[in-house]
């Protein structure tokens, strides 16, 4: 199919991006690496009035290191952050989980930051945020203001961006002590995406989990933190943990209610695979503690 008719816009700053989408009459969509957006105008679930490109917008792409850790340019493409290799030192858990995505060809074009903004809850990144502790920083009317994982996923493809917000930067922290991290998913036999995907990451001091990070996707309608896990992992030493014990936790607080039950599998079977999943994820983790 064709999507209908719309005005399109090819901006090559944040500041032109933002100005085309508050002079806009009627719907607005940003482009990024456009596979999920086009197939929708292609089967008609979304179909703007406008259409803002951000390929041009060379401010959004990119890694650079910060005080704090890394900072990664909305529009980079998977593959970029992947050559880049900073990020599998700061967040091995997070590059694990980019490295899971799609193939070859969706990772040389999808973004992190569009990624991140759909909030597909069955794409590879939302767990691996969650674990990495990362910051998203979007720029709107008012200017920029950055908005922790924990607080931007809000639900099935619903965010803490707004209307007229776009996502600039991903920022990831660098961690004081060794950092070992792991993702585990089981991938959907028709998509690829995750049935359940669980991100791990461990910061270690002289053999001990000092900090855990863990989190989930397309086990509920949004990433989720499994806070039991990581609170089994803190203060633990490395080579004690019991990944099998660890993993029988993963659905200890979970509302079972809200578990996801489709075609691709049941709230029961998906509960299954999260423990099990978590359970693969946590030896991984720890497997690569040196």
């Known amino acids: 199919m064709f999507p209908d008719s719309f005005d399109y816009h090819a901006p090559t700053t944040v500041e032109d991006a933002r100005a085309a989408m508050a002079d806009a009459d009627g719907e607005v ?11 929708a105008m292609k089967s008609g679930l979304s179909s ?6 951000l390929g041009d917008v060379t401010a959004l792409d990119g890694v650079e290191e910060t005080d704090d ?18 990020l599998g030192t700061v967040a091995p858990a997070f590059a694990a989980a980019i490295a899971a995505v799609g193939d070859r060809q969706v990772r040389n074009r999808g973004t992190v930051g569009g990624n991140l903004a759909h909030a597909d809850p069955a794409s590879d990144l939302p767990g691996a945020a969650l674990a990495a502790d990362a910051t998203v920083t979007v720029q709107g009317p008012d200017g920029s203001r950055e908005v922790g994982a924990d607080e931007f996923f809000l639900g099935m493809y619903m965010t803490d961006v707004g209307p007229e917000e776009l996502v600039t930067t991903v920022s990831v922290p660098d ?22 995907g669980v991100a791990v990451s461990l910061t270690v001091d002289a053999g001990t989990v000092v900090d855990a990070g863990v989190g989930a996707n397309g086990v509920m309608d949004h990433g989720i933190r499994l806070a ?17 014990a660890v ?13 996801m039950d489709d075609l691709q599998a049941s709230a029961e079977f998906r509960a299954a695979l999260l423990e099990t999943y978590t359970e693969r994820a946590v030896a991984d983790a720890v497997d690569a503690v040196a």
Request: no cysteine; charged share 25%; aromatic share 4%.
């Open 175 to 196: 961690r004081d002590g060794e950092v070992a991290g792991a993702y585990r998913k089981k991938p959907s036999p028709s998509s690829g995406y995750a049935m359940v």
């Open 48 to 53: 703007p009035d406008v259409l803002v490109d």
């Open 247 to 259: 993993g029988e936790l993963a659905t200890e607080d979970l509302d079972t209610d809200l578990v």
């Open 29 to 39: 969509e940003l482009l990024a690496g456009g596979h999920s957006l086009i197939p």
């Open 69 to 86: 850790g890394l900072a990664i340019g909305a529009t980079t493409t998977y593959a970029d952050v992947l050559a880049d290799g900073r």
């Open 228 to 244: 039991a896990v990581e609170a089994a992992l803190t203060d633990t030493a490395a080579e004690a943990v019991d990944p099998a």
